[in-house]
């Protein structure tokens, strides 16, 4: 029996020993030279891993290799915790010419994430708070939207420098449901009442945007508003 599993290189079961320590003849180091069926655990600088992370680059994780009894077919699975799991294959009995790795599809709607700028996670994420929606996709892109209402108070001069029959106007804080990653991004308040104007925003960082909007006239009003912003989340 010890003589069977012996022929059978790396199998599942138990821990899976680095491609140096399986005893099948393997070295560390490099993903093309992995030939030999079974399951390893990787560790370290590797070279010829998925392009999205470079062509050397350190690893931590689990590699799953196949190949046809006539060595005409190899696929490689790579598993990790946070880049996601990837695949290739080779026809090449020499494992010198392999096919581009692709990473497996992800869930369409869940929670997104990203490392060193990689999606991670999955395509969309939907969400709301108290601040108001979002929504999230895997590229980076960031959409928020809510409503909410100020009070326009301030006398805005005339033309004429009197105060009569001008403009009342207030300042908004809009707080957004998910964080932006930089300032870079745009918003948009859309009025809900007649004769409301947005002045402009005038301060922003990446959770919030202050708004200065009015109202002709010179009458006090609380006015309902709704915005949107777009950005991005990394």
């Known amino acids: 029996m010890v003589g069977l599993l012996g022929k059978l290189g790396p199998v599942f079961g138990g821990t899976p020993p680095s491609p140096t320590g399986a005893g099948v003849g393997l070295s ?18 590797w070279s010829n891993g998925p392009a999205a992370y470079g062509a050397s680059n350190i ?6 290799m196949h190949g046809r009894n006539a060595n005409n077919l190899m696929y490689q699975t790579l598993y990790h915790s946070s880049r996601g799991v990837w695949w290739r294959y080779s026809t090449d009995a020499t494992g010198a ?4 790795w692709n990473i497996m599809p992800r869930e ?3 929670l997104v994430g990203q490392s060193s700028g990689i999606p991670t996670g999955a395509i969309i994420e939907r969400g ?13 892109t960031q959409i928020c939207w809510g409503t909410g209402t100020i009070n326009v108070a301030t006398n805005l001069n005339n033309h004429f420098g009197s105060t ?10 809009i707080s957004f449901p998910a964080t932006f990653s ?21 301060s922003k960082n990446g959770a919030n945007a202050a708004v200065r909007m009015g109202v002709s006239g ?6 309902p508003y709704e915005w949107s912003a777009f950005g991005r989340w990394f």
Do not use: C, H, K
Not at 28 to 45: C, E, K, L, R, W
Not at 129 to 139: H, S
């Open 182 to 202: 930089n300032t870079s991004y745009s918003v948009s308040v859309f009025p809900t009442f007649r004769g409301f104007t947005v002045l402009g925003a005038y």
């Open 97 to 100: 010419t392999w096919q581009p």
């Open 218 to 223: 010179s009458t006090a009003n609380d006015v």
């Open 59 to 64: 690893w931590t994780a689990i590699l799953v």
């Open 108 to 110: 369409v709607v869940g």
């Open 128 to 140: 709301s708070n108290a601040n108001g929606e979002y929504v999230r996709f895997a590229d980076g």
């Open 28 to 45: 560390d180091g490099d993903f093309n030279t992995i030939m030999v069926p079974g399951v390893y655990s990787i560790a370290g600088t």
């Open 164 to 173: 009569s029959g001008a403009s009342v106007t207030g300042n908004a804080l």
